[in-house]
């Protein structure tokens, strides 16, 4: 995992707006999630999750927290007809491969640029479809580092904030 220190979040941004975050975790593997919340639990700060950041807009006085960067945590497997994906994957990307796979089911997704995180925590969707939908299961992390395993059709909470949440935290 890589920490950067008072980094704008406006490159971290589709729309290219926002102020610095206090820090900003770049993960690459589920054990650099673990330690950047642990990271941010030590500090007492608050902790926000980015993908691609296709559907944030930042205030230009920043995030006074742990920004905990997730496009690099990358890597898909294909067994028995399902695919597992890290969250970090293009959404697009996912499209594309489950097609080429045969697998029906993510090709109304291919044109919505967000990650499969952020595509889940959304609810992503196009066409008169729904990331939901599609979903067997889906793995987090806690905040006690723990795996749990979250039912198919599994909705995130910031799901009811369609397009462009606003993030202002002063
Ligand atoms: C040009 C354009 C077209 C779009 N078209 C569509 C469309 O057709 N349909 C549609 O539904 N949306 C659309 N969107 C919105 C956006 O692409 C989707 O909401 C996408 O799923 C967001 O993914 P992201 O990785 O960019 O998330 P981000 O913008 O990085 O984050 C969005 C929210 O998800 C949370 N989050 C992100 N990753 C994770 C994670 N791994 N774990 C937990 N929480 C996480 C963040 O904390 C934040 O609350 C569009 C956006 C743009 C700019």
């Known amino acids: 995992m890589r920490v950067f220190e008072n980094v704008p979040l406006s490159l ?3 729309f290219r707006l926002g102020g610095p975050a206090r820090y ?21 700060l608050p902790i926000l999750p980015l993908g ?3 559907d944030v807009l ?3 006085k920043g995030f006074n927290g742990v920004v905990i960067r997730l ?6 497997k294909f067994v028995d007809n399902y ?16 097609a080429d796979m045969g697998l029906s089911g993510f090709e109304y997704l291919v ?13 992503a969707g196009a066409h008169g479809h729904e990331m939901a939908e599609i979903l ?26 369609r397009f462009a949440e606003v993030w202002d935290s002063g």
């Not at 067997?136 to 904030?161: A, D, M, N």
């Open 24 to 44: 900003l975790i770049e993960c690459y593997t589920v054990d650099d999630v673990r330690d950047a919340i642990k990271f941010a639990l030590e500090r007492n």
């Open 83 to 98: 695919a597992y994906i890290m969250a970090g994957e293009p959404l697009p990307k996912i499209a594309n491969l489950t």
């Open 71 to 76: 496009m690099n945590l990358r890597g898909y």
């Open 52 to 54: 691609a950041g296709s």
């Open 58 to 60: 930042f205030s230009d």
């Open 136 to 161: 067997e299961e889906v793995y987090v992390v806690s905040k006690e580092g723990e795996i749990l395993t979250k039912p198919k059709g599994y909705k995130h909470k910031v799901q009811g904030i």
């Open 111 to 123: 044109g919505v640029p967000g990650t499969v995180g952020g595509g889940i925590a959304k609810n």
């Open 12 to 14: 971290y941004t589709t």
